[in-house]
Nanobody
Framework: QVQLVESGGGLVQAGGSLRVSCAAS????????MGWFRQAPGKERKFVSA???????IYAESVKGRFIISRDNAKNTVYLQMNSLKPEDTAVYYC??????????????????WGQGTQVTVSS
């Protein structure tokens, strides 16, 4: 069983930066695709970014050019560096792990394990 714990959320002004982290335990981290999703109040959970086991990355259009996903297999950790933050980036950010192949890792159904989430609030 894989456990995921997010950290690094907080309050930041618009235009600022924040890095959230997700530490994994209980599985073979290097073999998993890892994703970040976010959910704003009253809205559905949406894809933000993902990184395959081999390092290939994908991003939602809304964050492309501003967010960077990376992973450190030695630390069993995936990161999401968020730059040029906007108030509309405000949400709970969730980390997810996929232990099986998927054609696309932008779908919620591709993931087997989820963290509890970390709040990111961007003030205007």
């Amino acid at each position: 069983q894989v456990q995921l714990v997010e950290s690094g959320g907080g309050l930041v002004q618009a235009g600022g930066s924040l890095r959230v982290s997700c530490a994994a335990s209980g599985g073979t981290f290097s073999s998993y695709a890892m994703g970040w999703f976010r959910q704003a109040p009253g809205k559905e959970r949406k894809f933000v970014s993902a990184i395959r086991s081999g390092g290939t990355t994908i991003y939602a259009e809304s964050v492309k050019g501003r967010f960077i996903i990376s992973r450190d297999n030695a630390k069993n950790t995936v990161y999401l560096q968020m730059n040029s933050l906007k108030p509309e980036d405000t949400a709970v950010y969730y980390c997810a792990a996929a232990g099986r192949y998927s054609f696309t890792y932008s779908a919620i159904g591709a993931y087997d394990y989820w963290g509890q989430g970390t709040q990111v609030t961007v003030s205007s």
